[in-house]
C-alpha cells in the first residue's frame, strides 16, 4: 500500500490496544482516516486468547489471557461491550462470585482463606479469624493509598514499613504472594514494585463496584451470597475484539509483521513484507520491546526513547490451561477457590479455577479446567493436566518502570508516534488498552463526532470505596466469634486512629 497517504494511521499489533485504537477512530472520526491494521500474528487478540472445552454436552469459552472486569471501576470498558451489545448477563456476561486462597504446599496449610461465598465463613478456624483480621487492615491501608497519592513509584517494601499495625510476618508470607496475582514478579522481587499498583487493581474493582446497594444499609444476610464478586465474557476478551472490530469496519492484515518505522519529512515510512507503507501517524499498539526494535531498525528515532522503551521489563509469563485435574490447585478442595495462590518455598503461582466462573453441568458438576500463571522462571509444561500452554506478555511493575512509563509520555505525538497499551496507563487491563486508545484518538485532529469517545477510566470516589469497605467488614464481622468482631469491623477507624 506504498503511496501518499491522505490522512492515514497505521497501528502496529491487533491485540486489544489496536484494536481498540481502530474501533475509537472510526466512532469518533468516521471515515475521515484511512486505518491500516497490521498484526505480525495469524490472529487477532496478541495477549487475548481462548479456547473452547467441552463437558456434559456443554461448550464453555476459556479465557487464557485476561478475563476479569468489574462493571463501575472499568466504565470505558463496560460501555464498549454494551454498546457492541454484549452486555446481556442471561447470555454474554457472566456475573460470578469470587474469593481466594494463600496455600503453602510445603506446609499443606493455607495462609489465608476468603471464601466466595459467606458460608464459607460459618467454616473458619481461629486462626483463619486473625488473618482476615490482619487482612481487613491490609484492606484499609490499600484503600488509604489508592485514594491519597499519585506516587507510582512508592516501592511495596517502602509502604510496607509505614504499615505500623501489621505483622511483618503476615507482611511477607501473606501479603506478598497474595501480590503476586496483581505484579506477577518473582516472590523475591516483590518488595520492589509499585505500591499503588501492586493494591489500585484490587481496591477499584473489589471495593469501587457497587457493592452493597445504595439505600440498603442492613443487606440479608443469607449465607450464600457473595463474597466478592466478578464478571467475565462468555466469547471471551478475543471475541470481544472480533466484535470490535466488525463494528468498526476495519479488516486487519493478519501475517505481516513490520520490521521498521522511520520519518521522513512529514510522513512515517512503515516497512512491511509487502513493502513501505507511508502514514501521516503511527501507533505502535505492541510491547515496548517490539517497538524499540522496530524504532531502532528505522534509524531515525532518538536514542533516550528507544532507552526508554528497552528498560522497561516485559516478560512472556508462561501460562498453563489444565483440565480433569490441576498441577497446583490445593490438594484439599474444600478450599478450593475462583483465585488459588500457591506457595511452594521461593516459587509461587496462582492458579483460576473456572468451576466457580462458569455454569456447572449435569445437575451441578463444576468444570475441572484450570489456568495457572507461573513466574518468569517457572514453566507448567510438565504439567501431566496440561491441554494448551500459553505465552502472555506482561509489565513488570517495578518503581523502575513507572518511572520510565511516565518519562514515555513526553516522547507521545513526537514525529506522529503514539504508544497504546495497557502497560502505559494506570493498571495493565482491558480497561488501560482501552484508556489508551481512547487518549491517542483524543490527540488526534479533527473535532472528534459528538457524543463518542466515551468517559475514560476515572478513579472510583473515595467516600463510596470506604462505605463499600466499611460494609464488607462489618458483614463478614458477624459471623465472626465475639473476641474479634471489633477488630474485623472496625479497621478502617483502628488505621486512621494510627494514621
Known amino acids: 500500500m506504498p503511496g501518499t497517504p491522505t490522512n492515514r494511521i497505521v497501528i502496529i499489533g491487533a491485540g486489544a490496544a489496536g484494536v481498540f485504537t481502530a474501533y475509537r477512530l472510526r466512532e469518533m472520526y468516521g471515515r475521515f482516516y484511512d486505518i491500516v491494521l497490521l498484526e505480525a500474528n495469524d490472529r487477532v487478540g496478541g495477549n487475548c486468547y481462548s479456547t473452547t472445552v467441552t463437558y456434559g454436552g456443554r461448550n464453555y469459552s476459556i479465557d487464557c489471557g485476561a ?178 472490530l466488525s463494528a468498526a469496519r476495519v479488516t486487519p492484515t493478519l501475517s505481516s509483521p513490520v520490521t521498521s518505522v522511520a520519518r521522513s519529512g512529514d510522513v512515517s515510512i512503515v516497512q512491511t513484507a509487502a513493502g513501505p507503507i507511508q502514514a501521516d501517524h503511527v501507533v505502535f499498539a505492541c510491547d515496548p520491546h517490539a517497538a524499540a526494535t522496530i524504532l531502532q531498525a528505522g534509524g531515525t528515532s532518538p536514542t533516550t526513547l528507544l532507552d526508554t522503551l528497552k528498560g522497561l521489563e516485559y516478560v512472556g509469563l508462561p501460562i498453563s490451561m489444565q483440565k480433569d485435574g490441576s498441577c497446583w490447585m490445593p490438594s484439599n478442595t474444600d478450599y478450593w477457590e475462583p483465585v488459588s495462590t500457591l506457595v511452594d518455598g521461593s516459587a509461587v503461582r496462582f492458579t483460576a479455577w473456572f468451576g466457580r466462573l462458569r455454569p456447572s453441568y449435569n445437575f451441578g458438576q463444576k468444570i475441572p479446567v484450570f489456568k495457572t500463571w507461573g513466574a518468569p522462571d517457572i514453566d507448567g509444561a510438565s504439567c501431566p493436566h496440561q491441554f494448551l500452554p500459553h505465552r502472555h506478555y506482561i509489565p513488570l511493575p517495578t518503581t523502575t518502570f513507572m518511572t520510565l512509563r511516565e518519562s514515555l509520555q513526553g516522547f507521545q505525538g513526537k514525529d506522529g508516534h503514539w504508544f497504546a497499551g495497557g502497560w502505559t496507563r494506570w493498571f495493565d487491563s482491558q480497561e488501560a488498552a482501552l484508556d489508551s486508545a481512547t487518549w491517542v484518538a483524543d490527540q488526534l485532529p479533527p473535532t472528534a463526532l459528538p457524543f463518542t469517545g466515551r ?17 464488607w467488614l462489618e458483614r463478614v464481622a458477624r459471623h465472626a466469634p465475639e473476641n474479634r468482631r471489633d477488630a474485623i469491623a472496625h479497621a478502617i477507624d483502628e488505621v486512621a486512629a494510627k494514621g
Open 67 to 244: 478475563q476479569f472486569f468489574y462493571k463501575n471501576p472499568q466504565p470505558s470498558y463496560c460501555a464498549l461491550v454494551e454498546q457492541l451489545g454484549l452486555m446481556d448477563e442471561a447470555t454474554d456476561v457472566i456475573s460470578a462470585p469470587a474469593g481466594f486462597t494463600v496455600w503453602d504446599k510445603q506446609a499443606n496449610a493455607r495462609r489465608l482463606w476468603l471464601p466466595s461465598r459467606l458460608l464459607g465463613f460459618l467454616h473458619y478456624a481461629n486462626t483463619d479469624w486473625d488473618r482476615l483480621a490482619q487482612f481487613a487492615i491490609y484492606m484499609t491501608y490499600s484503600a488509604f493509598l489508592d485514594r491519597e497519592t499519585t506516587n507510582w513509584s512508592l516501592s511495596v517494601d517502602d509502604w510496607f514499613s509505614k504499615l505500623v499495625l501489621l505483622d511483618s510476618d503476615f507482611k511477607e508470607n501473606v501479603i506478598k504472594p497474595f501480590m503476586y496475582q496483581f505484579v506477577s514478579l518473582p516472590l523475591s522481587r516483590i518488595g520492589e514494585s509499585s505500591a499503588l499498583y501492586a493494591v489500585t487493581y484490587f481496591v477499584r474493582n473489589v471495593f469501587g463496584d457497587a457493592g452493597v446497594p445504595e439505600g440498603d444499609e442492613n443487606p440479608p444476610e443469607l449465607p450464600g451470597l457473595p463474597t466478592f464478586q466478578t464478571y467475565q465474557s462468555m466469547i471471551g476478551l478475543d471475541g470481544i475484539l472480533r466484535k470490535a
Open 455 to 471: 468517559a475514560r477510566m476515572v478513579a472510583p470516589d473515595p467516600q463510596k470505596v470506604e462505605r463499600n469497605l466499611r460494609r
